[in-house]
């Protein structure tokens, strides 16, 4: 592939944006090279600025779950904007979107508009911890819940594939209150909850998690983990940002029959726009501000925009509920097809996958938890990254990352790529 106007884009964006890019992972730091810069896409395509077509296995991490410009989407985005973008006062497209969320997914009364996963998970912690009054959070290796200082501690996702464990900046006091645990491990979990019986205002986890690569839960784990939330009275928080409505129109909770306390959206609920959200039940969401003392706040929550983005694309999903039932049947195509031509290669791998998330690992054990991801292979990552890159395939750039696959996919999509899979070759 000619890529000249991404590398001369990327020397240019060194210039003004740190390390030429506003999200760490998209530098593509761990498989080298230079990132490309995407002039456009529309439906499962990819297009640089360079001009080359690539199949889209990122669907920007999860949001673009119908495609990408989807007609109805656009229009809408089209049509509000014309209304003004922001005011700063309530909407009626916020109550439309606050009564589909509540509507779809189980369990949650009362929700707030956030403008990123981050903003979601980092307020549901606030209130969890205003609402118990205690301190400490337990979360779990690998897993990444954003951005903020609580959580920045053994992360996944941009954390460990740039192999940074401790952040400066954190503050020993904000580390010390935020304990971990390893994914699946409920006696490492038990220890904790032992050791700090009475001081643990939450456990936050991505039920399926994401950010060490697809990692499912294993049979049991969470709903241990919820017994012993309700032994302890710990706020058990679903961190659904990259689970919610991809894996059912009721996410995890919907999937899995488990219910959490509190739940946190994003991605798909902005169909592309910048939206997050937290809810969960009305006597503990009854604690944020104004109607409680739980102070969270933002300019742009709910801004019109974004509502009309996310709620688009939730009625889409809402009225097609075949769309999931596709969405795991074409990941499973993938999942086969790949497993068939990579057999045929002389290293070892493992496919994980849960529902429409999926990732590949150059390893020959199981990967269940942070320390399992973090012993693959991350040269062969590369090479693989690189190798199907090179042929218009265009994955995650992280071996830490799940794969998205958005329902514009086709068959004819899927077999490229399992070819291209099967023409590569890698030492
Ligand atoms: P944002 O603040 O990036 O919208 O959401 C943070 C977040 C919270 N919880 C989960 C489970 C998440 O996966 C994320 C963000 N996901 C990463 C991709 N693994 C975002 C990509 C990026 O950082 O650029």
Redesign the pocket.
Known sequence: METGKSKELFIRAQKTIPGGVN????AFRSVGGTPLFIQKAKGSYLYDADGNKYIDYIAS??PMILGHAHEEVVRAIQERAANSTSFGAPTELEIEMAELITGMVPNVDLIRMVS??????MSAVRLARGFTGRNKILKFEG?????ADSFLVKS???MATLKIQTVPGITPGVAEDTLTAAFNNLHAVEEQVKKYSGEIAAIIV?PVA??MGCVPPEKGFLESLRALCDKENIILIF?E??TGFRLAPGGAQEKLGIRADLV?Y??VIGGGMPV?AFGGRKEIMEHIAPLGKVYQAGTLSGNPIAMIAGITTLKILKENPSIYKELQEKTRYLQDGLEEVLHKKNFPFVINRFGSMISLHFTDYPVTDFESSSQSNMERFSQFFHGMLEQGIYLPPSAF??WFLNNAISTRDLDETIDAADQLSIS
């Open positions: 999200s760490p992972v998209r991490w999860g990123s996963g981050t903003e979601a998970c897993h990444y819940h954003g951005h996944g996702s941009g991505e994401g950010n961190d940002v990259m946190t994003g991605k997050g990352e799940s």
